[in-house]
């Protein structure tokens, strides 16, 4: 499992900047006047470092961006980063600049130059994130990263700071193994044996089998996994850091371990991208953990339906009727829209067991989602204004994108089956949207509710200033944040 590099805060000791080996990093501002660890660099550089403080090319860059002096004479570093940030940066500009540096990080050790920026702590939390890689299945000697130190203005003060911020990172990281990790390797057991782990820090971990499944009615999700040699599950996991007896919130993801499509199956190109279709129970999974961490002043409750979706002389047809939990049938026209299966069985055990003061939703559900807004922004489907905008406020501030979606009676009727109650798809045009309807029939009528189709931001192609090429761990920073200010204020 990955964890984040632990980053070791120091009071500022100008001595030890030109003994300092490996890379360093120092904040600076055109225009600016230079700090005192700087001035003592440039002294040491003899004006080098003025000259390019004030260079066209470090006054190009954009906040958080960074400029790279290879092996700069009068120092003993082989990289000194010249970041651009300003004494008033925003948090985002903040983890931006952090990434930049953790970037380049390898084997060889990094000083960050803190110094007395209101946001260190960012700037630390930004340089983990974006230090992360996923080598489990690199084989050849693995070298340790090497140790990573800031030099801050008030060492004590920062490393408080930052001490949830790691919880957050470990959760993040947590989801991105999660979601990189191939199905042969992350089947429905290990996934479900990763969960039950998290004991550990104190969550309750159940895991239903599927004889349970079966008395409980789950249809729908079974029906999805039947096809597959691993056998389908629903992991519950609890966090009651609040008050007792207290409803909790709920947090409910979709875990296809693989989507080949089924019967329906899937073209051969870009299939190998399906390992990522449980992103939804991978996020829920590192919330969950993050919770744990910083040991959460709030009950909440994280559920999964882990399955695979294979074709097999056992699978469900195209054509099969199924009968979900909730007792409505459903015609399965296309065994690839198998997430919304699931979910509707695992939304409605939800809602029946504890009745929740709220349920989140999120899934890898469509790739009409990835054609309406791209990869920069999730979806966000909702019954519930104020829930919508207490999650997009939190998306916001974390910068995660996400974008409010329309809903309406119009896009339900699509669903109608000849000979059952529903069918499983409503066609191509607006497909993210029937989704999200048919998952909605699944809610309980005053049940507040979100649904984030995450199928584009789970995973990304191209690396950004806080993570690496594949898992994003997309909604973890955001669902803690709302649930700190929903439920720890005051
Ligand atoms: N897991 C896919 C959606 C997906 C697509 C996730 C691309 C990530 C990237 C989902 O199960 C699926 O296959 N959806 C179908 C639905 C259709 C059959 C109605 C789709 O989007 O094509
Ligand atoms: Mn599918
Ligand atoms: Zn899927």
């Known amino acids: 499992m990955s964890h984040p590099l632990p980053i070791r805060f120091r009071d500022t000791d100008l001595e030890a900047l030109a003994r300092q080996t490996g890379r360093m990093a120092l904040l600076a501002e055109p225009g600016s006047t230079l700090s005192p660890a700087a001035r003592?660099?440039?002294?040491?550089?003899?004006?080098?470092?003025?000259?390019?403080?004030?260079?066209?090319?470090?006054?190009?860059?954009?906040?958080?961006?960074?400029?790279?002096?290879?092996?700069?004479?009068?120092?003993?570093?082989?990289?000194?980063?010249?970041?651009?940030?300003?004494?008033?940066?925003?948090?985002?500009?903040?983890?931006?600049?952090g990434g930049a540096i953790g970037k380049g990080h390898g084997t060889t050790p990094c000083l960050i130059l803190g110094e007395s920026h209101p946001r260190a702590a960012d700037i630390a939390f930004g340089f983990a994130l974006r230090a992360y890689e996923f080598n489990a299945h690199k084989t050849g000697e693995k070298k340790d990263p090497g140790a990573v130190a800031m030099m801050v203005a008030d060492a004590e003060k920062v490393a408080k700071a930052a001490a949830p911020m790691a919880a957050v990172a470990e959760g993040v990281f947590f989801t991105r193994d999660l979601v990189n990790e191939p199905a042969n390797v992350l089947t429905t057991y290990d996934f479900a044996a990763r969960l039950a782990a998290m004991q550990e820090l104190g969550l309750d971990v159940e895991i239903l089998e599927e004889p349970e499944l079966l008395k409980l009615g789950m249809g729908a999700l079974l029906g999805v996994g039947q096809g597959s040699e691993s056998p389908s599950k629903v992991v519950v996991m609890h966090w009651n850091g609040g008050k007792k007896g207290e409803a909790p919130f709920a947090l409910v993801g979709k875990g296809v371990v693989f989507d080949s499509?089924?019967?329906?199956?899937?073209?051969?190109?870009?299939?190998?991208?399906?390992?990522?279709?449980?992103?939804?129970?991978?996020?829920?999974?590192?919330?969950?953990?993050?919770?744990?961490?910083?040991?959460?002043?709030?009950n909440v409750v994280g559920l999964v339906g882990l399955v695979e979706n294979m074709p097999d002389g056992r699978a469900q047809r195209p054509g099969d009727v199924v009968r979900s939990m909730k007792g409505d049938t459903i015609e399965v026209i296309n065994t690839d829209a198998e997430g919304r299966l699931v979910l509707a069985d695992v939304l409605w055990y939800a809602q029946e067991r504890f009745r929740p003061t709220g349920i989140i939703n999120l899934a890898t559900l469509t790739g009409a989602i990835i054609i309406a807004l791209g990869h920069e922004n999730a979806g966000v489907f909702s019954n519930d204004v104020p829930l919508a905008s207490a999650f997009l406020k939190a998306a916001a501030a974390e910068?995660?994108?996400?974008?409010?979606?329309?809903?309406?009676?119009?896009?339900?009727?699509?669903?109608?089956?000849?000979?059952?109650?529903?069918?499983?798809?409503?066609?191509?045009?607006?497909?993210?949207?029937t989704a999200a309807q048919f998952l909605k029939r699944f809610i309980k009528p005053d049940m507040p509710w979100c649904h984030l189709d995450i199928a584009g931001t789970a995973l990304l192609k191209n690396d950004t200033s806080l993570a690496p090429k594949g898992a994003t761990g997309w909604g973890v920073m955001a669902l803690d944040r709302m649930i700190r200010d929903r439920f720890e204020k005051g």
Not at 53 to 64: C, M, R
Not at 290 to 297: D, E, G, W, Y
Request: aromatic letters at 4%.
């Open 261 to 298: 499509g089924g019967i329906s199956i899937k073209p051969a190109a870009g299939m190998e991208e399906m390992t990522m279709d449980m992103g939804g129970a991978g996020v829920v999974a590192g919330v969950m953990r993050t919770l744990a961490l910083r040991k959460a002043k709030a």
């Open 399 to 433: 910068g995660e994108g996400a974008w409010m979606m329309p809903m309406g009676d119009s896009y339900d009727a699509k669903l109608k089956s000849r000979i059952a109650d529903m069918m499983n798809v409503g066609g191509r045009e607006g497909g993210a949207i």
């Open 40 to 97: 003592r660099i440039d002294r040491a550089m003899k004006g080098a470092l003025s000259r390019a403080v004030a260079s066209d090319a470090f006054d190009k860059l954009k906040p958080g961006e960074a400029l790279e002096m290879s092996f700069p004479s009068g120092l003993a570093v082989d990289v000194l980063l010249l970041v651009r940030l300003s004494k008033r940066a925003d948090i985002a500009e903040a983890r931006k600049a």
